[in-house]
């Protein structure tokens, strides 16, 4: 095909060894395939690994502070991106219409891929009434959403077509969002420091009415109140932050959170936005301690922002040393020789039951060969057995960086990597 390059067929060579996309080449963890099409990523089993912990440790942590998990669709009706606002103002980002009617007349209407999950969450919240003791009600999903970004414009995972954002939606009492949207910040934080991210830049993104009125909808009541009690959450956390004029959302302005990476540059993470128009364009209420229906506030919020471009990021920061509790194989198993195997099966297997992931490399080749391929792969530990060790009814280990001990018994090995992921430790 012509456009190899925005297909990512670059030579991993060409690329600077903390480049993301080289990391997942070498460690086999995903790839963009020209017949798949650009912007779309293959994850391959080791980075299947990768994904599944972030996204498992994502759900405990949202469940620990009271959100509910739901599922939508990734397609809908015309008249729900209609409603919702988005194809007024974001149809520029969304894939064209599937029209149903000319291949069934008994259907009628279009179908679009969603660029967003926010409308259908709504309409989950408005399949039940509600009352003023269930708020704040906390919806999330890691939503796959499609935004059909220029092919220029494409890089690995930094930049995608189909995004999987860890998208949540607060609904509350005006009463409760200050207090809601100060909680979203501390965990946030809390979530990203982590994943050693302790350096961010706050942006509050207002509207540019001089040079973009036509992009926001026109409720200035809402804008204002909106801007006013978010730069109040700002500063009782001290939380300092700087103006972006435009970046606000076509519903209502929104704080962007940018993590600093090794180099410097800033990337997008934690996204919080404040909206009053969806609620009340869709009818969204509660019944209030007065009887009365009212209409509730919805914070729209990500703390990770895209999972493509988080591991992205990530990838790059770490050079590819995942931390243990991150890494597709946890501990390779090797033998010195074919005498030794039986016994280097056993520790495998001794691992494996203890939720290690284990793998036992007995190719042939030489384990001055098997250490260098598990260097490669970035592997946190190098599991040797020889003489010695079937011996002694203990292990060697090599750990990633090089570092050597001897005579380690397999229950302190154990003990220790258990304790290591458990903590979700960013050391070995």
């Known amino acids: 095909m012509k456009n190899d390059k925005n297909l990512e067929a670059i030579k991993s060579e060409e690329l600077p060894e903390n480049d993301h996309r080289r990391i997942g080449r070498e460690l086999d963890l995903f790839s963009i395939d020209e017949y798949v099409g650009p912007g779309l990523a293959l994850w391959h089993p080791n980075g299947a690994i990768v994904r599944d912990q972030i996204e498992s440790f994502w759900k405990e942590h949202h469940s620990k502070h009271g ?13 729900l991106f209609e409603k919702s606002g988005h194809l007024a103002h974001f149809a520029d980002m969304m894939y064209p219409p599937m029209d149903m009617s000319l291949k069934d007349k008994s259907e009628q209407g279009a179908y679009y891929l969603k660029p967003m999950s926010c409308p259908f969450h709504v309409r989950i919240y408005n399949s039940s009434p509600h009352s ?90 809402v804008w204002e109140f909106a801007g006013k009690s978010i730069e109040e959450v700002l500063r009782s956390k001290k939380i300092p932050y700087d103006i972006d004029i435009g970046g606000a959302k076509f519903y209502g302005p929104a704080i962007d959170v940018m993590a600093i990476d090794n180099n410097g540059k800033e990337w997008q993470c934690m996204t919080i936005q404040l909206d009053l128009n969806l609620p009340e364009k869709w009818g969204m209420s509660y019944v209030g301690e007065d009887g009365q229906k009212h209409t509730p506030i919805m914070i729209h919020r990500a703390v990770l922002g895209a999972m493509e471009r988080f591991i992205a990021v990530y990838l790059e920061r770490c050079g590819g040393n995942l931390p243990v509790w991150l890494s597709p194989v946890q501990a390779k198993v090797l033998s010195v020789s074919d005498k030794h195997k ?79 992921i458990k903590d979700k430790s960013l050391d070995l």
């Open 67 to 79: 959100y509910k998990y739901v599922y939508t669709p990734e397609i809908g009706l015309k008249q």
């Open 132 to 221: 003023y003791k269930e708020l704040p009600i906390k919806y999330c999903e890691l939503g796959r959403v499609y935004r059909y970004e220029a092919s220029g414009g494409l890089k690995g995972l930094l930049r995608v077509r189909l995004i999987t954002q860890d998208d949540a939606h607060i609904i509350c009492r005006q009463d409760q969002f200050k207090d809601e949207l100060s909680k979203v910040f501390d965990f946030g934080f809390a979530f990203h420091k982590i994943f050693g991210y302790d350096k961010f830049k706050v942006y509050l993104s207002l509207r540019d009415m001089a040079n973009k009125r036509d992009k926001y909808i026109e409720n200035e009541p």
């Open 342 to 420: 039986k016994y280097a099966k056993q520790i495998e297997q001794k691992l494996v039951r203890n939720g290690i992931r284990a793998e036992y490399d007995g190719d042939g080749n030489t384990v001055g060969y098997q250490i260098r391929a598990a260097a490669k792969m970035k592997i946190p530990y190098v599991v040797i057995v020889g003489d010695k060790e079937m011996e002694n009814k203990n292990i060697s280990l090599r750990m990633r960086g090089g570092e050597q001990t001897a005579d380690v018994k397999l229950s302190d090995f154990l003990k220790r990597i258990r304790k290591i």
